[in-house]
């Protein structure tokens, strides 16, 4: 750190850029509080919702479909979803989303003139709004920062600051410390309130709209004592790389306008897997029946859109441009031919697993918000919903913005920090540029890649298995510290490997937890969906020991309105069974 | 290097690339050894976490970058002859197996 390290101020700092930053630095503007919205790369040019950007609207329900759709969320998330969150989401939805027709962010239209709805994985009445999300965000940026907002890019978070200088806490947050990603400056932040944005959790697999999203917000809030639920649903998967050459974003779009899933015999084979929602079934059902047909002959599989309309492909390719790009990169013509679908499992929160928040937003730590994939996505918790996270966000945002504004009004002067606390955060990010070693952080996301993207992992876990990819998991978080990064750019990419490592390390201990299986966390040794014992949430939080301590919470279904209609155990299938398809 | 091009007779040092691209794969640099040119020209300082989103492609003022498509990341995946794993690189497919009888 060459640099005098910048120091700043502000009542409300939103780490992450995406839909639910920008919506919660806006709305906090709006409510009074000076605001630092962060990025650490540029907001509308990282992050998934720019590559993938559609919004699941329901306007002018009747009190019949909000139960319906209610029902639906519910059952779609195996009843583990936040009730409190689903009623939430469904009253708010209208007003956040007319709020973005205000700032003219432009959905596709029909040729009326009329928001054109389409169909998203997870909903059986088309109800998402699309739109290419470069253009959508840097609206949003353009928004925020006439706003007042003020803009901190290309700046990393990798600590929040407590009151009392201790992890975990007793006290609250009151800012956070990071560095720029291109001189290595260090920032610290005072803040009275900080939101986090910080997107799911995933591995780097060269994939555009997850690389940059590695859990850094998972690890902060972790650390300060934050309670993490659902990470036993974090086996992600996806389908789309396309003939062994491009991961492409904007699944949930392309199963919309109606992909068809075939094998090599061109017979369509997901009904078989998923008799209810067939090809608009989940990400991770999706990829394990193409791997269970290629384990049964019948690969390589395709993803058919041979069939569907040309004015839906044009508007697939308009809204997600990434893979218009690669169409014509190598020629790709979705109307002539069907794209080769290799699936990829990994360890990432795909549609659940993350910080546990209340309907304003809150964490359990006082002074700390949480909006959008980085939460546990209450309200579609291990479920299969395409547009709803964006939503989710949108609506999260807004209500964390105005508690957050309305907090910080209360809290008269900035916290002094502990500098105790701040020398060991700036120990901790020095300590692998001081002395050249031979290990690089990309040797970490080798071997942590190569761990959690294990076929038997992925599929089949059981317990020796589990315990086996946590032993390594501990022997890489081990080598954390003898890694050289020479310049800030390769500081972040350690950052960004320390935080997926002890998240990862967090996801088997869930694993380990639920002996069951339910959604895509499949138990070998417990092949049956437990709705007597497991309608139940796995809560890991940092004990004052700074070990991770697993508790297990019932769900409050006495005062939930959709409760589950039998509480039994249910045996898991899977097309063929799963036990038959280990050996 | 793998996965993209600039065209540095075209490039005008402008910098949006480097703030386009959200995995900090660019400089800027005037150095005559590296680029040939004694002005500001971007150079691929870090090659091998481009994921090919192509932003920087699609923002360029003067159409300089050209994306290249390619994958370069270890995929588990199942073969005819059991499970693989394929690491796509520039020009072709190298498998390597991994370990026996699963």
Same mark, same amino acid.
């Given at each position: 750190m060459i640099f005098e390290p910048q120091r700043l101020e502000c009542d409300v700092l939103v780490i992450g850029g995406g839909i639910g930053g920008c919506r919660a630095a806006m709305r906090a503007v709006d409510m009074g509080a000076s605001v630092i919205l962060n990025d650490k790369a540029q907001i509308g040019r990282a992050g998934p919702m720019t590559f993938v950007h559609s919004q699941f609207a329901c306007w002018d329900l009747t009190d019949e479909e909000k139960v319906e759709w209610k029902k639906e969320f519910v059952e779609s998330a195996n009843y583990l979803a936040d009730q409190d969150w689903c009623d939430v989401i469904l009253e708010d939805i209208p007003r956040r989303i007319e709020d973005m027709v205000d700032y003219g962010v432009e959905y596709e239209r029909t040729e009326d003139g009329e928001l054109k709805y389409t169909p998203s994985r997870g909903q059986r009445v088309g109800r998402t709004l699309n739109v290419d999300g470069r253009v959508a965000m840097e609206k949003m940026r353009k928004r925020a920062k006439k706003m007042g907002v003020k803009l901190l890019e290309k700046v990393a978070f990798t600590d929040l600051l407590t009151s009392d200088g201790k992890l975990p806490t007793e006290g609250e947050v009151i800012g956070a410390v990071g560095f720029?990603?291109? $001189?290595g400056q260090m920032v610290i932040v005072s803040a009275k309130s900080v939101i986090l944005n910080t997107g799911p959790l995933y591995p780097k697999v060269h994939a555009a709209h997850i690389d940059g999203v590695t859990g850094e917000g998972h690890r902060m809030a972790y650390r300060v004592g934050a309670e993490l639920a659902g990470? @036993? !649903? $974090?086996q992600y998967a996806i389908w789309?790389?396309?003939? @062994?050459?491009f991961a492409s974003p904007g699944q949930a779009k392309i199963q919309g306008i109606g992909a068809d899933f075939i094998n090599a015999e061109g017979e369509s084979f997901m009904d078989k897997y998923d008799p209810e929602w067939g090809n608009m079934s989940s990400l991770f059902r999706i990829s394990r029946a193409i791997l269970q047909e290629e384990m049964e002959g019948r690969g390589p599989c395709y993803v058919d859109m041979?069939?569907? @309309?040309q004015k839906d492909i044009d508007m697939l390719l308009k809204v997600v441009p990434t893979l218009e790009q690669a169409c014509k990169t190598f020629a790709w013509d979705l109307k002539k031919e069907p794209l080769k679908s290799t699936p990829l499992m990994a360890v990432g929160m795909g549609t659940s697993g993350g910080l546990r928040v209340d309907t304003w937003s809150r964490t359990n730590v006082d002074g700390l918000y949480a909006v959008g994939t980085c939460t546990c996505l209450g309200f579609t918790m291990s479920g299969n919903s395409g547009s709803g996270h964006s939503s989710y966000s949108n609506v999260g945002g807004y209500r964390a913005g105005e508690h957050a504004a309305k907090r910080s009004a209360e809290i008269k002067s900035f916290a002094p920090i502990n500098d105790a606390q701040l020398d060991e955060i700036k120990g901790m990010l020095s300590k692998p540029t001081e002395k050249f070693r031979a290990l690089k952080p990309a040797d970490i996301w080798k071997w942590i890649g190569d761990t959690t993207t294990e076929n038997q992992f992925a599929l089949y876990k059981d317990e020796a298995i589990i315990q086996k990819t946590l032993a390594r998991v501990r022997e890489i978080k081990g080598m954390m510290g003898n890694v050289y990064t020479p310049d800030a750019h390769e500081l972040l990419k350690w950052v960004e490997a320390r935080s997926y490592v002890e998240m990862v390390e967090l996801c088997c201990l869930a694993y380990l937890a639920r002996t069951e299986s339910r959604g895509e966390h499949i138990r070998a040794d417990h092949p049956y969906q437990d709705d007597e014992d497991w309608l139940k949430w796995v809560i890991i939080k940092s004990g004052s020991d700074q070990q991770a301590q697993v508790s297990i919470w019932d769900l409050? !279904?006495?005062?939930?309105s959709v409760k589950p209609t039998k509480r039994e155990k249910i045996p898991y299938s899977f097309g063929s069974n799963v036990s038959e398809s280990k050996q | 290097m793998a996965i993209e091009s600039i065209n540095l007779e075209t490039c005008d040092g402008c910098n949006i690339c480097i703030d386009s691209c959200p995995a900090d794969v660019l400089r800027l640099v005037d150095n005559v050894q590296d680029t040939g040119f004694d002005t500001w020209k971007v150079i691929i300082a870090y090659p091998n976490e481009c994921h090919s989103c192509s932003l920087c492609e699609m923002d360029c003022p003067v159409d300089a970058i050209k994306v290249e498509k390619t994958m370069m990341i270890p995929t588990p995946f199942q073969s005819h002859d059991g499970y693989k794993y394929l690491t796509f690189r520039k020009g072709g497919v190298k498998a390597e197996k991994m370990a026996e009888a699963r």
């Open positions: 720029d990603i291109i $001189t990470m @036993e !649903f $974090t789309s790389v396309f003939n @062994e050459k041979r069939h569907c @309309e409050p !279904f006495d005062r939930y | -």
